[in-house]
């Protein structure tokens, strides 16, 4: 079998795979397209080339797969468009398939692009050639293996584009990522020729949904007038509406950060992992009806508590525009397929407001809510929040429940998997005006959290990345910073920085709080999941040239997050915290004194 490298039609080809490459690139540019990753990589060429040859498109070239794929999630998240990720063939592609998941879970609209031999390098032992037809199975929206590019399918060439970006963006089961395998041959390296010509109009990407229907505002009307709560976890809705709901219901807002309605509205209640814990308090808040908005909480306390409502006969109803299913305790009776915000606003407007559940049940919620931000804080060494001695020692609880309110006004919170998503989730007062938080909790894994983080603060934002120190050294390959700078997106008016808060407690703190810790001999237990490191956290960020601060108390902390914090595009805060066996035992202090406090406050 003879390799069409070389000869007349070689050249012309080059042309044709160049020419469609413009083409797939100029369709995404007229769609609202703003932002593309690249990996450097020689079967990509052509479409690196097409993606680097557009002034609009922010580029940013990363040196790792897996990074890139999660960088381009935070670009994602934080500009709310489809951004596209370029890589060559073989391992280069699998790497990209952390973030894929991701994606998928978390509803992030990428357009996943890896380049491919063409048919007749397959089979044959060719480099850099593995299978990736279907690479990434069924974590994906839509994916299309179009085959080499061929003169006679320049028709269909725009088409193919406009698919995959609504794919992306509007397809039946919300945004997520889409996969086009693009095989390229020899010659990679060819101008384009003339593009095929573009419809008249560009639809731009859009997660447009229907009004709600009236059997769903029915049903959630059907709920009012009796004892219930609303949780609301990321995607529950406009934070405004969803508080005015709860409010007209006379219902508690149980406020996951994520969802931005952890607010100071007097029907936010911010604690509920604390107080739930004791079996007194949540027998006294037990309810009869549960809205569901938006991605379940981390806490297993609270999902805990939602099962036993459950099985006492409460109605629970989740609000889902995407028809997931995320319901792993089964506990979910109605699954309402409709836009949160458009929901509860019709449900509050129909037929002349909503009948409040009777007056006393609020008020207990409200009294449990207030003793146990009470003892939060005389237990962390707060005062209405805030620190009495800012010489104190840190630690995890307190990190979680300040760095929320140290932030800069306009900035984005990232926190990782495992204990730092937890401590902010457990221990984030409310405030007036909470900071934007995002987590990967699509798949819940630890893995990219550094790179979203920078991808988020490339849209032309200050970011805060509160990580672990193995989430942190986990995706070190994040601080590699190329000497030849990313192309900014002309239109982010922001300055990008972002500045990793890194708690250093040496080890896997979230293990420590399982059963293993105490079924299994220490060194064992050490050895498979607290997991110590050697690398220092701060040397290996000094050693990629970053700027580091090393941190051990509340007015270190303060300092540090004023000098880096959108001064810096790349900080790290190396936090010192008590070992994880102390951090447990904090944990259950807080816990026995929130428990106290709340018994008193329900009789």
Known sequence: MSVPTAGPGAADHGVVQATFAATLVDEWVRGGVRAAVVCPGSRSTPLALALAGRPELALHVRLDERGAGFFAIGLAVASGRPVVVCTTS????????????????????????????????????APQTIDQHDLY???VRWAVDPGSAEPGAAGTWRSLARRALAESSDGPAGPGPVHLNLAFRDPLVARPGPLPPAPTFAAPPSTALRPPAPASVAALRALAGRRGVVVAGAGAGRPGSVAAFARALGWPLLADPRSGCRTTAAEVAAAPDTFLRDPVVAAALAPEAVVLLGSPWSSKVLAGWLAAAAGSGADVVAVDPWWRWVDPDRVVGLTLRDDPTALVGAAMTTDGGLPPAPGAWLRRWQAVESAAQRAIDVELGLADGRPTDRRAALNEPLVGRLLPELLPAGTRLVAASSMPVRDVEWFAPPLDRPPPVHANRGANGIDGVCSTALGMAAAGTAVVGLVGDLAFLHDVSALVASAVPDRPDPGAAGRRSCTLVVVDNGGGGIFSFLPQAAALAPERFEALFGTPQVPDVASVARGFGVPTEDVGTVSELESSLGALVGRVPLGIVRTRVPDRRANVALHDRVAASVASAARAAVG
């Open 90 to 125: 073989g391992t280069a592609a699998a790497e990209l398939h952390p973030a894929v998941v991701e994606a998928h879970h978390g509803r992030v609209p990428l357009l996943v692009c890896t380049a491919d031999r063409p048919p007749e390098l397959h089979h044959v032992g």
């Open 137 to 139: 199975g069924r974590a």
